[in-house]
């Protein structure tokens, strides 16, 4: 699509990234990158956050579902805002340490496009 298209209007990217929000599932999580893809705009993590930043309480966003990279809480150690957000994940059974959630498994490894095709 061209730009100024109504899907890629500031106001589309942002209701995507609303959606792929709360799509992830309680008890889990995703990063801002995996958001932003999911979303449809690869490469728009920043965008991500700043989505998340402006919707504020009002959109009902489970925000706390998305994290930095590898479970990184974006918020500063001890923060309020980094508390109350690895707060809400123990609560959804999401194990936390420091200022990072775990992933319950670890995640497979990413098999070359040969392996898929070729089932090595």
């Known amino acids: 699509m061209t730009n100024g298209t109504p899907a890629n209007t500031p ?3 942002a209701a995507a990234i609303r959606r792929a929000v709360c ?3 309680r008890g889990t999580f995703a990063s801002y990158g995996e958001i ?3 979303a449809g705009l690869p490469g728009r993590a ?3 956050g700043q989505v998340l930043r402006e919707s504020g309480d009002e959109k009902r966003l489970p925000w706390h579902r998305v994290t930095g990279a590898g479970g990184r809480i974006a918020f500063p150690a001890g923060s309020v805002n980094a508390r109350k957000q ?3 994940l123990a609560g ?3 194990k936390t340490r420091g200022n990072r959630a775990l992933a319950a498994r670890k995640p497979a ?3 070359s496009l040969d392996a898929l ?3 090595i």
């Open 11 to 13: 106001e589309a990217r």
């Open 23 to 25: 799509a992830v599932k």
């Open 36 to 38: 932003a893809l999911r």
């Open 46 to 48: 920043r965008l991500v």
């Open 86 to 88: 690895l707060r809400l």
């Open 92 to 94: 959804e059974g999401v």
């Open 109 to 111: 490894a990413r098999k």
């Open 117 to 119: 095709l070729w089932k």
